[in-house]
């Protein structure tokens, strides 16, 4: 194994930050977009918020393999399903379908999934979907190896019936810590808004994040630097 | 894998992962539930957390259920494999109903399927991670009985899972008495539960309580339990004894 590049053989996995959080209207799911092989980052705009119908979106951690043959199974059944009904598939049966496969294959599997989105009977609905298949409804979830970083900061921010604004910028802004101290997460954040009105995407590159400890705002070049103002920009 | 949370219980029950199915570890687990009998019926209590590992992840996990109209049933260990206990129960409860013959399954026979089902998934090395409490009241004959993952179960006047059975236990085996009164009944189990709380690494302060009676279930809202910190031993623990702990 090269100590340097890694073990490029090594599962794809997403050393993920996901979270979800509902808002007074509907759901906010966000992520980080780092696929690593071991130490290699295998993808750095990876898309970790899948599409499950028009109105359920899901948020893959863990195995990559995994989680992408998961949420295909589940888009496959849920197409028919919608068929079926002849309506958008609520939120909680594409929760429930999440379970079915990552209860009955707990042995095989290594995903953490949340799954989010709006329907006209419950609203916003998000429910973490954890290793081992336990489906928990929640106001607002996070999950990934990122997360672990997040517990304190949401014990201490968040509050129910947000608005959009609020819950978009308090997702952006925990995916940013998360990436500031998880060396598995990285990357640009996305969030998906969903609420009645339908979906939205949205991207923020690192340039648009804000700055945490130790951080140092990002320059062309050093040569910028000794050309401005500074009277000792090199000291010995 | 990456993902960096702390592992859970490891647990090989025998080599080869490559089996087709047998639970290994539990991801997501409860801890203790304690149940008494009581003057009118049974109590039941657990806490409302979900540990993953040594991280307090889930801290609103409903750990009492009623089942039927008749018991109660309170779950300790991995919690899919509760949710999945209860779709066995709501679907036998729905049959027995559809019978429609007046009849309907007490707590004894309840627990007995119960055994059945984890004693027969035990034999085939792929167990319900779960510790289970199953109380209730039928035709006035009062019911509380255990069953975990290996299977073993009994019936018992006060039972306790995990935790419990080192902690609550030996104060119910002091001070249960028949015919507790309710506020006797919930003051002993918050007792118990106060010791759990001081003890156990993976309680968490949200708890709630569950009563049955001949007249039906009900299980409380959320409630968290004061404690007591207030001791001159606690304020100046090594005073006398300089560098101990």
């Known amino acids: 194994m090269d100590g340097i590049s890694g073990d490029l053989n090594a599962p794809h996995s997403m050393g993920t930050t996901i979270i979800g959080v509902t808002y007074n209207g509907g759901v906010v799911l966000g992520a980080d977009s780092r696929t690593s092989t071991g130490m290699y980052v295998a993808n750095r705009a990876s898309d970790k918020i899948t599409q499950l119908t028009d109105n359920v979106y899901i948020c893959r951690s863990g195995s990559a393999a995994d989680s992408q043959i998961v949420s295909d199974y589940v888009r496959y059944f849920l197409h028919q399903h919608t068929i079926q009904l002849g309506q958008p598939s609520t939120v909680k049966v594409a929760a429930n379908l999440v379970r079915l496969l990552s209860y009955n294959n707990k042995n095989m599997l290594q995903t953490g999934l949340i799954v989010g989105g709006w329907d006209k009977y419950e609203g916003g609905k998000i429910y973490g979907i954890p290793l081992g298949g336990t489906v928990l409804e929640q106001p607002f979830t996070i999950g990934g190896s990122g997360s672990t970083y997040l517990y304190g900061f949401f014990d201490q921010v968040w509050k129910e019936g947000m608005t959009q604004d609020e819950a978009e910028k308090l997702v952006v802004k925990a995916v940013s810590l998360a990436i500031a101290r998880d060396g598995a997460s990285g990357g640009v954040v996305r969030t998906v808004t969903i609420n009645k009105d339908g979906v939205t995407r949205k991207f923020y590159p690192g340039n648009t994040l804000p700055l945490w400890h130790e951080e140092l705002e990002p320059k062309d070049s050093m040569l910028d630097i000794l050309s401005s103002a500074s009277p000792e920009p090199m000291v010995s | ?245």
Not at chain 2, 6 to 13: G, K
Not at chain 2, 41 to 62: N, Q
Not at chain 2, 82 to 90: A, G, K, P, T
């Open chain 2, 1 to 245: 894998m990456n993902l960096a949370d702390s592992t859970p219980a490891m647990n090989s029950l025998l080599g080869s992962e490559a089996d087709s199915q047998r639970t290994l570890y539990p991801y997501v687990t409860g801890t203790s539930v304690v149940g008494i009998k009581y003057k009118d019926g049974i109590l039941l209590a657990a806490d409302m957390g979900g540990s993953y590992g040594s991280t307090l992840r889930y801290k609103t996990v409903e750990r009492l259920k009623p089942v039927g109209k008749h018991s109660i049933i309170g779950a300790s260990g991995e919690i899919s494999d509760f949710q999945e206990i209860m779709r066995y129960l709501d679907e036998l409860i729905l049959y027995d109903n559809m019978w429609d013959d007046g009849n309907s399954l007490g707590p004894k026979e309840v627990h007995n399927y119960l055994t059945r089902v984890m004693y027969n998934r035990r034999n085939k090395f792929n167990p319900l991670w779960n510790s289970l409490v199953l109380g209730g009241v039928k035709n006035g004959q009062k019911y509380l009985g255990t069953v975990n993952m290996i299977g073993v179960h009994y019936e018992d006047n006060h039972v306790a899972t995990g935790f419990g059975n080192h902690l609550a236990r030996p104060i119910l085996r002091d001070e249960w008495h028949e015919n507790l009164t309710f506020e006797e009944g919930v003051k002993l189990l918050e007792k118990c539960m106060r010791v759990l709380l001081y003890r156990d690494r993976s309680a968490v302060n949200k708890l709630q309580i569950a009563k049955i009676t001949e007249a039906g279930v009900t299980i409380s809202q959320p409630y968290s339990l004061k404690t007591f910190w207030d001791f001159s031993a606690f304020k100046n623990p090594t005073v006398g004894a300089e560098g101990s702990w």
